[in-house]
């Protein structure tokens, strides 16, 4: 074991020291009889990176988590962890912490006895492991804890207890399956925040799931948006925003309309920037409602797409108001605009037409892969 | 506690006329166990412990007891370990397989004793186990493991498998986290169904018949005789006292429950 372990989880949350696995996942398929769960999913996850797995229900992200960890048996592929191929090893030999959806928290263990498990199994002595679950409890927001038992604790509590008990043996990744989800918002919000610190802190690698789309833009480094088995698209949180790389994911990620290209009048974009789908009819524009700008008739700048439309209705909401209408061709469009008083001054009324531009950088082309097309290649 | 409803209120009474009839013979033999009489009389004229005596200093009596409570015991010590994997295996297998295990596992007790007695005693005959305590507690196991399984299996559906999972992925072998997380979150099923075997096997009687002869006598077996040959009120006396030895089972099984649910109570 190298040195620098030696100095544990207490010497990572103090000095923040990179120690994480690179995880390689290469060609990894899982069938359930005829159905594919899993195919062909290749997969890097660098060294202390928060890896999100994005996807619907039924995607197989699940099943990707549970063939990392040891308990899903995938029928073919690799799965390394640092320089090690960990396919065929048994669970309990793997080394990865997993923080379940349910927390699996052991009901008739205290949390301390439940943080300091793990670190039993591995023989680590009693003044030891105490010292340790402590320090760890301290951690994760839950110092004193110790002698409580699992149904004295809240959800947020638990969800802690269960990060805990998942970091307090080191393990060389973190696997969690939709953590919060049982969590209301407010704590969700919360939660998410202190597991981004806790990440930082302990530089270790994650590997995430969850359904929220607004989770995995807040923690990840990156996320992979899986369909059917498939990952369809690996970017930053930005990049998948901003620029996704096909139908699904776009309408996935964040609220989209997607726009056959011929609707807009696009005679002012680059098409030399607008890359390999410039020139296909069917190539769809990904028009997000808050990238839209409410421009004059006569607006016209370089590298936009405009579009002509009539307003059929203002909606206030508080924070944001939305602005619905229809555009000749007879598609509805939605605009959304902050609420200031000078905003909503300026915002057409219902039946008045309406000219919309949207900037070429604020926007993608992408091919219709929803209805069972291939994903583009990216 | 519940109170029932008043539109339920005449259920009282039916239930009391129901648990009236299952305990009836409980009400005759007790009394019949006390009685000076020379052969079984309900109600008894004079009272007296004779037949306890009879019981309890009889070589013979004592003997098909102790034969009837090892077996019992090692019964116990087969049948729950044995309901317990199946079951465990029965909760891991997917559609049609599990269905077909479980009902497999119940046949000893879904199909007629009188047939299994039978059965058992051609194949014993072979095997040349007839009238061995071996014999007698693989027989009393089948007949013990479907109640085991069944209780077990009751048990697993509660447990949260996520939590044998954690263990595992937290360095617990398979081993370890069946010890340390299963057992302890099915142990009333576990011994719901160990209580069950005992009795089974306590209690048998059609295959004892047939396979527990000779120096292995059980005490049903015996009891069944002694009711053949003379009406012995002794066996009034056995009854009653393997009527307690039921209600003391059943009644520490509750008391576990009850402990349970209480710590369960205490910590909401
Ligand atoms: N043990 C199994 N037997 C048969 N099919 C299974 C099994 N486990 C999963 N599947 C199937 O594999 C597919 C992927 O499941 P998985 O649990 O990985 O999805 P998921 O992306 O985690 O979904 P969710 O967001 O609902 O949790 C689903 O269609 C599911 O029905
Ligand atoms: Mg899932």
Same mark, same amino acid.
């Given at each position: 074991?190298?040195?620098?372990?030696?100095?544990?989880?207490?010497?990572?949350?103090?000095?923040?020291?990179?120690?994480?696995?690179?995880?390689?996942?290469?060609?990894?398929?899982?069938?359930?009889?005829a159905f594919t769960a899993l195919s062909d999913v290749s997969l890097t996850v660098g060294a202390g990176e928060f890896l999100t797995l994005l996807g619907?229900?039924?995607?197989?992200?699940?099943?990707?988590?549970?063939?990392?960890?040891?308990?899903?048996?995938?029928?073919?592929?690799?799965?390394?962890?640092?320089?090690?191929?960990?396919?065929?090893?048994?669970?309990?030999? &793997?080394?990865?912490?997993?923080?379940?959806?349910?927390?699996?928290?052991?009901?008739?263990?205290? =949390?301390?006895?439940?943080?300091?498990?793990?670190?039993?199994?591995?023989?680590?002595?009693?003044?030891?492991?105490?010292?340790?679950?402590?320090?760890?409890?301290?951690?994760?927001?839950?110092?004193?804890?110790?002698?409580?038992?699992?149904?004295?604790?809240?959800?947020?509590?638990?969800?802690?207890?269960?990060?805990?008990?998942?970091? =307090?043996?080191?393990?060389?990744?973190?696997?969690?399956?939709?953590?919060?989800?049982?969590?209301?918002?407010?704590?969700?919000?919360?939660?998410?925040?202190?597991?981004?610190?806790?990440? &930082?802190?302990?530089?270790?690698?994650?590997?995430?799931?969850?359904?929220?789309?607004?989770?995995?833009?807040?923690?990840?480094?990156?996320?992979?948006?899986?369909?059917?088995?498939?990952?369809?698209?690996?970017?930053?949180?930005?990049?998948?925003?901003?620029?996704?790389?096909?139908?699904? =994911?776009?309408?996935?990620?964040?609220?989209?309309?997607?726009?056959?290209?011929?609707?807009?009048?696009?005679?002012?974009?680059?098409?030399?920037?607008?890359?390999?789908?410039?020139?296909?009819?069917?190539?769809?524009?990904?028009?997000?409602?808050?990238?839209?700008?409410?421009?004059?008739?006569?607006?016209?700048?370089?590298?936009?797409?405009?579009?002509?439309?009539?307003?059929?209705? =203002?909606?206030?909401?508080?924070?944001?108001?939305?602005?619905?209408?229809?555009?000749? *061709?007879?598609?509805?469009?939605?605009?959304?605009?902050?609420?200031?008083?000078?905003?909503?001054?300026?915002?057409?009324?219902?039946?008045?037409?309406?000219?919309?531009?949207?900037?070429? *950088?604020?926007? *993608?082309?992408?091919?219709?892969?929803?209805?069972?097309?291939?994903?583009?290649?990216? | 506690?519940?109170?029932?409803?008043? %539109?339920?209120?005449?259920?009282?009474?039916?239930?009391?006329?129901?648990?009236?009839?299952?305990?009836?013979?409980?009400?005759?033999?007790? #009394?019949?166990?006390?009685?000076?009489?020379?052969?079984?009389?309900?109600?008894?004229?004079?009272?007296?412990?004779?037949?306890?005596?009879?019981?309890?200093?009889?070589?013979?009596?004592?003997?098909?007891?102790?034969?009837?409570?090892?077996?019992?015991?090692?019964?116990?010590?087969?049948?729950?370990?044995?309901?317990?994997?199946?079951?465990?295996?029965?909760?891991?297998?997917?559609?049609?397989?599990?269905?077909?295990?479980?009902?497999?596992?119940?046949?000893?007790?879904?199909? #007629?004793?009188?047939?299994?007695?039978?059965?058992?005693?051609?194949?014993?005959?072979?095997?040349?186990?007839? @009238?061995?305590?071996?014999?007698?507690?693989?027989?009393?196991?089948?007949?013990?493991?479907?109640?085991?399984?069944?209780?077990?299996?009751? %048990? $697993?559906?509660? /447990?949260?498998?996520? $939590? @044998?999972?954690?263990?595992?992925?937290?360095?617990?072998?398979?081993?370890?986290?069946?010890?340390?997380?299963? $057992?302890?979150?099915?142990?009333?099923?576990?011994?719901?169904?160990?209580?069950?075997?005992?009795?089974?096997?306590?209690?048998?009687?059609?295959?004892?018949?047939?396979?527990?002869?000779?120096?292995?006598?059980?005490?049903?077996?015996?009891? /069944?005789?002694?009711?053949? @040959?003379?009406? @012995?009120?002794?066996?009034?006396?056995?009854?009653?006292?393997?009527?307690?030895?039921?209600?003391?089972?059943?009644?520490?099984?509750?008391?576990?429950?009850?402990?349970?649910?209480?710590?369960?109570?205490?910590?909401?």
């Amino acid at each position: 074991m190298p040195a620098a372990r030696s100095t544990g989880i207490n010497g990572r949350l103090a000095e923040g020291r990179d120690l994480a696995a690179v995880v390689t996942i290469s060609h990894l398929v899982k069938k359930y009889g005829a159905f594919t769960a899993l195919s062909d999913v290749s997969l890097t996850v660098g060294a202390g990176e928060f890896l999100t797995l994005l996807g619907p229900s039924g995607s197989g992200k699940t099943t990707l988590l549970m063939s990392l960890a040891g308990f899903a048996d995938p029928d073919s592929g690799s799965i390394r962890i640092g320089d090690r191929e960990i396919m065929g090893v048994e669970p309990h030999k &793997r080394n990865i912490g997993m923080v379940f959806q349910s927390y699996a928290l052991f009901p008739h263990m205290t =949390v301390g006895e439940n943080v300091a498990y793990p670190l039993k199994l591995r023989g680590v002595g009693r003044a030891d492991r105490e010292d340790r679950s402590r320090r760890v409890l301290s951690a994760v927001q839950m110092p004193g804890y110790e002698n409580r038992r699992i149904d004295q604790l809240s959800g947020g509590q638990r969800q802690r207890v269960a990060v805990a008990r998942a970091i =307090v043996f080191e393990p060389d990744i973190i696997l969690m399956d939709e953590p919060l989800s049982a969590l209301d918002k407010k704590l969700r919000e919360e939660l998410q925040i202190e597991l981004k610190h806790l990440h &930082r802190r302990l530089g270790s690698t994650i590997i995430y799931v969850t359904h929220d789309q607004k989770e995995a833009l807040t923690l990840s480094d990156r996320i992979a948006v899986m369909n059917r088995g498939q990952i369809v698209q690996i970017a930053k949180p930005q990049e998948m925003y901003e620029h996704p790389a096909s139908a699904f =994911v776009a309408d996935f990620i964040g609220y989209s309309l997607l726009l056959p290209i011929a609707r807009s009048d696009s005679s002012s974009v680059d098409k030399s920037q607008l890359g390999a789908l410039a020139d296909n009819p069917y190539a769809l524009l990904v028009v997000r409602p808050e990238k839209l700008d409410i421009v004059s008739e006569d607006h016209r700048q370089p590298g936009h797409f405009y579009f002509t439309s009539e307003v059929k209705d =203002v909606v206030y909401q508080g924070d944001i108001v939305m602005v619905y209408a229809r555009l000749k *061709s007879g598609e509805d469009i939605v605009v959304r605009r902050d609420s200031r008083f000078a905003t909503l001054q300026a915002l057409p009324r219902g039946g008045s037409p309406m000219r919309l531009a949207l900037h070429q *950088s604020d926007t *993608s082309l992408v091919t219709d892969d929803r209805a069972g097309v291939a994903p583009l290649a990216s | 506690m519940r109170r029932p409803a008043i %539109g339920n209120l005449w259920l009282t009474p039916f239930a009391i006329l129901v648990v009236l009839f299952l305990l009836a013979p409980v009400f005759v033999v007790i #009394p019949m166990s006390f009685s000076d009489s020379n052969y079984l009389q309900f109600p008894p004229q004079v009272w007296s412990l004779r037949w306890y005596h009879s019981y309890f200093d009889a070589a013979e009596w004592m003997a098909a007891t102790r034969t009837s409570l090892l077996a019992a015991s090692c019964t116990v010590l087969l049948a729950t370990p044995i309901g317990f994997l199946s079951a465990f295996a029965i909760r891991n297998m997917r559609g049609k397989a599990a269905a077909v295990l479980f009902g497999f596992l119940l046949l000893p007790q879904v199909v #007629p004793v009188i047939l299994l007695a039978i059965g058992v005693f051609f194949i014993y005959i072979r095997l040349r186990i007839v @009238d061995s305590f071996l014999g007698i507690v693989l027989a009393h196991t089948a007949l013990a493991v479907p109640f085991v399984v069944t209780t077990v299996s009751a %048990g $697993l559906k509660r /447990f949260d498998f996520s $939590l @044998d999972q954690a263990a595992r992925s937290l360095g617990a072998s398979r081993f370890r986290a069946i010890f340390d997380v299963m $057992l302890p979150q099915i142990r009333l099923s576990l011994f719901a169904g160990a209580i069950f075997a005992f009795v089974t096997s306590l209690d048998e009687v059609v295959v004892s018949l047939f396979i527990a002869g000779g120096d292995n006598t059980v005490l049903t077996r015996k009891m /069944f005789l002694a009711l053949r @040959d003379q009406v @012995d009120p002794t066996i009034a006396a056995i009854s009653t006292l393997l009527i307690v030895v039921s209600v003391i089972a059943v009644g520490v099984f509750m008391l576990a429950v009850q402990r349970d649910n209480r710590r369960r109570e205490e910590n909401i």
